[in-house]
């Protein structure tokens, strides 16, 4: 199986070390970074670690033709927005890289994508693997957050109010756009900025801590991601159809279309989380501080499951719930 | 791109919990384990963390008909033997899982392998994710060690002494075998489970603390291996071909190629590290109480480079150098 060589012309290690051993982000609790067999980190003093891990697959979680600055950037995003739904504040990563060839064009818009994010965050790159396969990429993050005081889907209340950051649906929209090739859609450019470059809401995330009562963010649909609270809370919800918040762009489309990517498309990364009602002002009054838009979407209930409402109050049946691998 | 489904028989979501939830380590310092978005711990005060991520793909790090409980069983252990490289106690794995589909027979296996091995290391399983895409594993795994006393790479002196844990060749041996199909070898068993099943030398790794000058793991061979701690350490070293550990089956096999499988195949997962002569007792006695068998194979030369040198003192040419996967 293993394939020796003699280490001619660009190999793997020099590979690795030309895009990935530039980063500009420097930490002092990085004690020895990529480059060994482990890298060393120092954990700061009464502070937990929040980890998650994510892999994206060619053909499954993005089109083969997709921008590889659009892939480094997106892979770390969606990891990012799992330490903003925990609300907390991002300090390394690792990377595992399965590529079919050693492509330096691809590696320098890669990474060039990838490390444009990590130096909003200070995030640093401490090590990594790069092994040759077909495209794929995981990605893993590691935040830090004071004791006790992680967001999670467990904690959701009968009472409390739900609401969701940003817009919601245009991700989707934009799957739709590329699977029906409609490039000449006039808000295509928006639409995939929308799909390619999400924003971790990392600062909503941190300022919810010790308000929130559950978070989640929106990878699978704000259905699917929102049962996730009520089944680890075990409460139930109702949404009101008229309070999703929709981008002017996804406004203009058929309301079938524009509810169906709000409730149901993956791909969002904005943050769901639930409040009980006194702590609404305070909450609203950070994010709007963070220009974080936020919109109330419904309430906890004490029935169960999830029930959504439309504007004239009568049941509105999802017919398809979220993303699902191997469904 | 994305395929929405009714979340109806088995889906994702009660696939990972089937299998990965289940585990049986615990661990005080796991605070939320896997199933929200991040997992949460509590590393030690005054310790710091060692990190190391590998990929394996099915093709190029192993036969598609490898058993899945020795794929479960390896992807973890390459992992630790980098811990072990470090010095470092094992404490967490997250685990990336890529699978063509649902399949709860090969999980099944592939869990039971997993698992075995994490228990022996009180190893807990913090998250991971699982995506449908061609067969690939990612798994990082994080460990302790007391500040300022990870192993590296740099740091070895000339005048140090080289040695290696175990014995070297055995997987590359095999590998030679499963190309070959030749299954009616007469240690095919012995030297398929040293392939399959290689022994992280986490004990090894932290007796060796405030003794070793310089560790690395071998994965891609002796030659490849002791040339990266050569480089880090930017010393050369002196090899003395007579001296290799071989097993007593890999013995048996022609000089040419139990030599070639020692100095040049990877996969052997033993240790290879530097001493000061005048700490050479102490750590030869401590592997020795741990029932690790442990070799001098060399020295460490103020002359850059690798050199190999037979019995009879002359220069030994080595043609191939390790595993490139991009070579």
Redesign the interface.
């Known amino acids: ?13 020099s ?1 690795i070390r030309r895009f990935f051993s530039s980063q500009k982000v420097k930490r002092a609790d990085v ?2 970074g990529i ?9 700061p ?1 009464h ?17 083969p033709d997709m921008p590889p600055q659009d892939i480094g950037y997106k892979a770390l995003a969606c990891n990012l927005s ?2 903003a ?2 609300g ?1 504040e991002p300090a ?1 990563v ?1 990377l ?1 890289l ?2 079919p ?2 492509d330096s064009h691809w590696l320098h818009h890669f990474s060039e994508g990838f490390f444009s994010l990590a130096e909003q965050y200070q995030l640093a790159l ?9 495209l ?1 990429i ?1 990605v ?1 993050v590691h ?1 830090f ?1 004071p ?1 006790q005081e ?1 967001l ?3 904690g959701a209340q009968v009472g409390d109010e739900i609401y969701v950051t940003g817009t919601l649906g245009d991700a ?1 929209f934009a ?1 739709s756009l ?2 029906k090739k409609q490039i000449h859609h006039p808000s295509y450019d928006y639409f995939l900025s929308r799909l390619y470059r999400p924003t971790p809401r990392i600062q909503a995330g941190i300022a919810l801590r010790k308000q929130a009562s559950a ?3 929106i990878s699978d ?1 704000l259905a699917t991601d929102l049962s996730h609270i009520l089944e ?1 809370s075990q409460v139930g919800a109702c949404l009101y159809l008229d309070k999703l918040p929709l981008s002017p762009a996804l406004a203009q489309e058929t309301p079938y279309q524009a509810v169906h990517c709000a409730l ?4 969002d990364y904005e943050l769901c989380f639930t409040l009980p009602p006194a702590h609404a002002p305070e909450v609203t009054h950070a994010l709007s501080a963070l220009a974080c838009p936020v919109t109330h979407i419904g309430t906890i209930t004490e029935k169960k499951g999830l029930s959504i409402l439309t504007k004239e109050g009568t049941p509105f049946a999802l017919k ?8």
């Open positions: 199986m293993s394939t020796p060589s003699n280490n001619e012309n660009e190999d793997e290690f590979l004690a020895k480059g060994d067999d482990c890298a060393i980190l120092t954990p003093p502070t937990q670690l929040a980890i998650s891990v994510d892999t994206l697959v060619t053909g499954v979680h993005f089109y799992d330490l739904a925990a907390a390394w690792t595992a399965t590529l060839r050693a401490i090590g990594g693997d790069t092994t040759r396969g077909p794929s995981t893993q935040g957050i004791p992680a999670s889907r467990t989707g799957l590329l699977s978070c989640i963010d649909g680890a149901s498309a993956g791909d398809k719930k979220g993303y699902n691998h191997f469904g």
